[in-house]
């Protein structure tokens, strides 16, 4: 039997750095949610007795461990907690039909994350700060301009309206996607929800239709995960009506957008327009597509969040 040698320098680790475990603990809390319990992580900085808490959820029909463990672990080296939830019927959360994406339902998880994290005295619940991305990035601005009481906003890449999915499909799919829509509602109340991929194989409709974006969303997925590529099909009549803001000048509290120059599902001139709009943002572009910010320009997205983070 022979080996082969190498002696160069080791390869470089794929993905974002992850710091010691030693460096933060996590425990796993639950929530009621309109009478729907729903599934969280708390992380917490060691060595801090009450740290500001950035709540997380993620991206459309995203659970929580799809890109999001290693901006709770980073934030926790930084001193920060962390608290990572996925939305009623997804995840770990109960609920039915499974991976439903609802707008409406899924801002009032929001607000009901936010209201179990303020009775515990373990963290400061007065520093609380939304971060989303993606769809995630729109409910927590909205979150947050309801709330009126949370510290800050971090939306990254967020989808501020239905057109990045909606968009593109010229007339026949949208008529397409809204009939499997209506489908889906009629068929749901005596047969169960009717389901498309949510980024499929391109054989199929499918929510994700561009390829390297459906590509980019398989890499969030962990290897030995249960989830399902699937949705109920109403998506897209949500989808068709959603707008994330009526009044940006509801929102008061600080806002940190990050958008990126490649990215179709949340163009950078519709986030930079809402920074105009909003009282106190700030807004940061960099070269990247919609899920870049998970792997190749994490340390860069890591890096304006965290000085961000430090002016709260």
């Known amino acids: 039997m022979s080996a082969w040698r190498h002696r160069g320098k080791p390869p470089a680790a794929r993905g974002p750095r992850r710091p010691s475990h030693f460096d933060y603990s996590r425990v796993s809390l639950s929530f009621e949610s309109d009478g729907t319990d729903c599934a969280g992580w708390l992380y917490r900085p060691d060595g801090v007795e009450t740290p500001p808490v950035v709540?997380?959820?993620?991206?459309?029909?995203?659970?929580?461990?799809?890109?999001?463990?290693?901006?709770?672990?980073?934030?926790?080296?930084?001193?920060?907690?962390?608290?990572?939830?996925?939305?009623?019927?997804?995840?770990?959360?109960?609920?039915?039909?499974?991976?439903?994406?609802?707008?409406?339902?899924?801002?009032?998880?929001?607000?009901?994350?936010?209201?179990?994290?303020?009775?515990?005295?373990?963290?400061?619940?007065?520093?609380?700060?939304?971060?989303?991305?993606?769809?995630?990035?729109?409910?927590?601005?909205?979150?947050?301009a309801e709330d009126g009481r949370v510290a800050a906003v971090v939306a990254q890449n967020p989808m501020l309206d239905g057109t990045g999915v909606m968009g593109g499909r010229g007339v026949r799919g949208t008529l397409a996607a809204l009939v499997a829509g209506v489908r889906d509602k009629l068929q749901s109340r005596l047969l169960g929800p009717y389901r498309v991929?949510?980024?499929?194989?391109?054989?199929?409709?499918?929510?994700?239709?561009?390829?390297?974006?459906?590509?980019?969303?398989?890499?969030?997925v962990p290897p030995g995960s249960a989830w399902r590529d699937e949705t109920p099909a109403r998506v897209f009549?949500?989808?068709?009506?959603?707008?994330?803001?009526?009044?940006?000048?509801?929102?008061?509290c600080p806002v940190l957008l990050v958008a990126g120059t490649r990215d179709e599902l949340a163009p950078a001139d519709d986030v930079a327009a809402l920074a105009d709009e909003l009282i106190d943002a700030t807004f940061v572009e960099l070269p990247a597509d919609h899920f870049d910010h998970y792997d190749r320009t994490f340390e860069q997205t890591f890096g304006h969040l965290r000085s961000f983070l430090n002016t709260i």
């Open 55 to 144: 709540v997380m959820a993620g991206e459309l029909a995203a659970e929580r461990r799809f890109g999001l463990r290693t901006y709770a672990e980073r934030l926790a080296e930084a001193g920060f907690a962390a608290f990572l939830f996925d939305y009623r019927n997804t995840g770990d959360s109960d609920g039915e039909p499974r991976n439903l994406v609802a707008p409406g339902s899924q801002v009032a998880d929001w607000h009901a994350a936010l209201d179990g994290l303020r009775e515990r005295p373990e963290i400061d619940s007065k520093r609380l700060i939304l971060w989303g991305a993606g769809l995630s990035g729109g409910y927590a601005l909205r979150a947050a």
């Open 237 to 252: 009549l949500s989808m068709f009506r959603y707008r994330a803001l009526s009044d940006p000048e509801e929102i008061t």
């Open 197 to 220: 991929p949510v980024v499929g194989d391109g054989a199929s409709m499918a929510v994700f239709e561009d390829p390297g974006t459906r590509g980019a969303y398989r890499e969030l």
